[in-house]
């Protein structure tokens, strides 16, 4: 199984966010997943991929040349995928991809966020998303679809929907229910 994580990529960020990643990272190696994620150093990022590649883990690195020019690339993947864009990454991070994980992140995050769920809406996969709304993180865009939904932007059963969680004890309860 592999598992796409969308996350922050700052060091700036609290540390009990970062050691989200580092909870994520070493439980997906544990449990023989493989981690796909965007190739790049700092925050979140960083965290996860370090601790899914320090406990064994595969790690699938997808990163755009810019930020290899920038001198972020990652040196823990086992596997490495070089892409032109942003755009590109995103596209081979789906594919790749057996299901996706949104930790804590800003606009990149929330793109790829959003970018799985509409892909997924229009059919183009039937992957499961797991948002993890860690401390209320991503209550607005909780209350975001429930305005659009009163409003009949969304319909009132959707046949994609992201999966929200509280905790990671949550997220790998519902994963294990959801994989079995």
Known sequence: MRIAVYCSAKDIIPEEY??????LG???????????YGGATGGLMSRTSNAAH?????VIGVVPQRIISAGRLADNCTTLYI???MAERKQTMRELADCFVCLPGSYGTLDEMYDVIASGTVGEHHKPIYIL???GF???ILREAEDMRALQFLPKQEAYTPKYVASLEQ???IFTN???
């Open 18 to 23: 970062l050691r989200l990643g580092d909870e």
């Open 83 to 85: 892409v032109s864009s």
């Open 178 to 180: 959801d994989t079995n």
């Open 133 to 135: 709304n860690y401390k």
């Open 138 to 140: 991503y209550e607005g």
């Open 171 to 173: 997220l790998y309860e």
């Open 54 to 58: 320090d406990a064994g883990g595969e």
């Open 26 to 36: 070493r439980w997906i190696a544990e449990h023989g997943y493989t981690l796909v």
